[in-house]
Nanobody, 120 residues
Framework: QVQLVESGGGSVQAGGSLRLSCAAS????????MAWFRQSPGKEREGVAR???????TYANSVKDRFTISKDKSNNTLYLQMNTLKPEDTAMYYC??????????????WGQGTQVTVSS
């Protein structure tokens, strides 16, 4: 059974940084489309960043130039480096995976989420 386990969330002041990790099992981050989503109370879940098996990354406009998605084949882990955090980045962050073409925000496998809270 596919498992995606997020970690690295926490509380930080505006302008700070966090790095989220997503440890994958029963799938390879090298061959799947991998992504980070987030959802805050009262809002729809939104795609934050995704990375294709070939390493091509796509970002939401709201996080472009602040967040970086990456993956490490050696430990089968997906990362999200978040810099210059803003209060509006506060949300539950989810790791996701899919075996599709990685040209949309449709994903089949999901983690349980890790909370990020940014205070002003």
């Amino acid at each position: 059974q596919v498992q995606l386990v997020e970690s690295g969330g926490g509380s930080v002041q505006a302008g700070g940084s966090l790095r989220l990790s997503c440890a994958a099992s029963r799938l390879s981050v090298s061959t799947y489309c991998m992504a980070w989503f987030r959802q805050s109370p009262g809002k729809e879940r939104e795609g934050v960043a995704r990375i294709s098996p070939y390493g091509v990354s796509t970002y939401a406009n709201s996080v472009k130039d602040r967040f970086t998605i990456s993956k490490d084949k050696s430990n089968n882990t997906l990362y999200l480096q978040m810099n210059t955090l803003k209060p509006e980045d506060t949300a539950m962050y989810y790791c996701a995976a899919d075996s599709g073409f990685c040209n949309a925000w449709n994903f089949n496998y999901w983690g349980q989420g890790t909370q990020v809270t940014v205070s002003s």
